[in-house]
Each structure stands twice: as C-alpha cells, then as structure tokens.
C-alpha cells in the first residue's frame, strides 16, 4: 500500500530512473544470484579498524566533527598525497572531508558550475555525474571514449571544448573499464586547458588499485593540472568500508571555499566516530600499499577462472571492474543478457549501457572481483556454464 499524493510533481530529472547498482542489487537478491555487479566488497575490513570506531564512540566523539574535517584526519589525507604524489596541500583550507566521494563530486558541480555552463565528461562513466550536472541547469556533454580501448580522443575533446565549458571531469582508474590515465595523457590535457577557466574535477576513488607496477597519474602530481583540479577520493574504497561513507577532497583554497560553501549545507560535516578511526588508521601506509596487490591477484584469480568462459575479457588496469564482451556469440541487448544471467545462471553483473546516457550497447557486461575467493569462485562457475549455443 502507498500513500496517494495530492500534488504530481514536476520532476527535475523526468528521464533517469532508480541508479542500475539498486537495480541490478535488487535482482540479484531476489534471485539468490553470485552478485559481481556492484563494486564493494563481500569481505570484512579489518576488525581493529571497526575497534576504533567503537572506542572513538565510548570516548564520546559522538557529536558533530568540524565542518570541513577532523584536523588528524585532513593532516594524515594530506601527509599521505605529499608522500605519494609531491603536492602539499594545506589542511586547513585545501583537503575537505566529505559524507562519501559520492558527496564530493556533488559539492564540487554544485559549488563550481553554473547554470548555462558545459561540463564535459567520458562515456561509459559513472552514472551520478550527468544527473548531477543537470541539476545545476547547466549541460553535460558526454564524450565517448573508443571501444573496447576505452582511451581519451583528444581530438575530439580538443574539439568540444567551448566558451561554456566550466568543467571537465576525469576518472582514473576509470570505473567501469578499467582503464588508466598515462602520464603522457595529463601533458596532453595540461595543453589543452592551458589559458582556460576549466576546472577538473578528477576522481580517483580507485587510486590505490592500480596494477601491473603502474603507478596512478593523480592530478595532484601534475603540477599545472593540480592548480584547477578538485580531486575525490574514497577511504570506503581503500580500507573495505564502503558503507561508512567518509571520502575527501583536495583542491587550491580558491576552489575548496566554493566546494565547502555547498558542502555545509548537505551534511555539514561527516561522520565523527569514524572520521577518528580513520585518523588513526591513516598512520600506517601498509594499508593502501598493499591493496594494488591484493587486488590484482583477484583480477588474476577471475581471468584464469573465466578462460574457458563463451566471454571475452577485456584487461583491466586497475579499479575493482574488468568487461567482458559477448557479441561474438549473442546479439542480445545487454540488459536482457544481465537478466538471464541473473536468473537462469544465478550470477549478476552489471550493462556496460547503463553507464552511456545514451544507451550505447555494445553487448558488454562489467564485473566486479572486489569480493570473496569464494565469490569469484562460484561466480566464474557460474558464468562457465553459459554455453554460447543458448543465450
Ligand atoms: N562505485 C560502485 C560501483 O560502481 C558502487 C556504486 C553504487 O552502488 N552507488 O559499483
């Protein structure tokens, strides 16, 4: 039963539905399938860092922390970017941390981008930005990225670059295709910005999940790019506690007053207890050190398990995701392939489609190998069986 309501709304956002992860997650559930769809862990953090949100709680640190950010926290994020990347940042004016990168990437469109403005982005991509860059009435402009590289045409971003143009958002290790940005590619982008007012906003949730010995191209290590970049990063995606929803941002004092103006006023500050026990887990890098590693060795583990698979995997740089193709056996669209999946196969992932605005199907699918051996096991089981004689 529900309420019936006496006014329709106008809605803002006539288009865009429930997002594909509560989507597909809903499915799945109901299904009792393997779920290789959204990108979060099925294992525990590590249990000393939920004791220190437990002692933070018994401590007292239960009312709000400030605004931008606990000092210890912001100061460990910025020694930590200093170490890796060569940039300072001041914690005081230029590191916010925020309720979840998700929460970042609102506060910097809504604080940096006006309405009539054009924000540039590549496709396939996340699936809040362009919703989000709507909202503030100004117009996404969706870039596709080549398939099945999925790399930057720089001609073609060269050519869509305008007067409006305010804003420009990157997304390295790129969720959902795995790529990463390369060095040479940041002196590509410094050119092309070069004598503009273009802010990037640059997500790197996934920095510390690049494989192979490459190292990540943060914006922060570009000197030049640094100075018109907000980055958002995820302390959900490095320590396995994506529900906590505690991210940050660092940006140049000039940018971050505007992010923190709009900041205040959606959260304004983030979780206390758990901003605490992440100061204190920040001290020790070993954490994120070791999280390309183990996380490669899942992609490994999912690729030798998928071989004899009908799919074909496309590599994976970094990120939780590698794709798979499947259009050499089955011209399905992918969001009917993700459903049989679902329920005559027991294994859910996700329609690389849902991540273009314009539906592109190229009769791709993403999985997710942030999860249990286990998982990876029975889900790749899974996947085996699906003969390409009946899909
Ligand atoms: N970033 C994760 C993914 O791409 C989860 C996103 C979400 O569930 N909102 O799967």
Redesign the pocket.
């Known amino acids: 039963m529900t309420l019936s309501s006496g006014v329709t709304p106008r809605a803002k956002l006539p288009d865009v539905g429930t ?1 594909i ?2 989507v597909i ?1 809903q499915l799945s559930a109901a299904h009792g399938a393997i779920n290789l ?4 862990p099925n294992f525990p953090c590590d249990a000393r860092l939920v004791e220190q949100a437990h002692r933070a709680m018994l401590r007292g640190h239960n009312q709000y922390a400030p605004m931008t950010g606990l000092t210890a926290l912001k100061e460990a994020v910025a020694g930590k970017v200093a170490t890796l990347y060569h940039r300072e940042y001041d914690p005081g004016s230029e590191v916010l941390i925020t309720a979840s990168a ?1 929460q970042g990437i609102y506060a910097a469109i809504a604080g940096l981008v006006h309405a009539g403005d054009e924000v540039i982005f590549f496709e396939p991509a ?1 699936d ?1 930005y362009a919703p989000i860059v709507r909202l503030q009435g100004a117009t996404p402009i969706g870039l596709k990225l080549s398939c099945p590289t999925f790399r930057i045409d720089w001609d073609a971003l060269r050519a869509q670059i305008t007067p409006r143009t305010r804003m420009i958002v990157l997304n390295t290790p790129h ?2 295709s795995g790529q990463v940005l390369q060095p040479d590619e940041l002196t590509r982008l410094a050119a092309l910005v070069r004598h503009t007012d273009i802010v990037l906003l640059s997500d790197e ?1 996934y920095e510390h999940v690049v494989f192979d010995g490459a190292q990540h191209q943060s914006m922060a290590r570009h000197p030049e790019l640094a100075t018109r970049s907000v980055i958002v990063a995820s302390f959900g ?1 490095t320590f396995h506690v ?1 529900g906590w929803r505690v991210g940050y941002c660092l940006a140049p004092a000039a940018l971050m007053a505007e992010v923190c103006k709009v900041h205040q006023f959606m959260m304004f500050a983030a979780d206390t207890p758990m901003q605490h026990a992440l100061a204190a887990w920040m001290q020790e890098p070993a954490h994120w050190q070791q999280l390309g590693p183990f996380y490669q060795q899942k992609r490994d583990l999912l690729s030798r398990l998928l071989a004899d698979s009908p799919f074909e995997l496309l590599p994976s740089a970094g990120s ?2 590698m794709l798979a193709r499947y259009g050499h056996f089955s011209d399905r669209p992918d969001h009917e392939m993700v459903r049989q999946l679902i329920i005559e196969y027991g294994v859910a992932t ?1 329609p690389l489609s849902a991540f273009y605005t314009d539906g592109t199907d190229n009769r791709i699918i993403r999985l ?1 190998f942030a999860k249990d051996d286990a998982t990876l096991h029975a889900g790749a089981e899974a996947l085996c069986r699906v003969s390409s004689q009946h899909v």
Do not use: H, I, R
């Not at 769809?37 to 979060?40: D, V």
């Open positions: 997002t992860f509560t997650g769809s959204q990108g979060a998700s996340f809040s969720n959902p949730v995606k994506t939780f995701f996700l997710s």
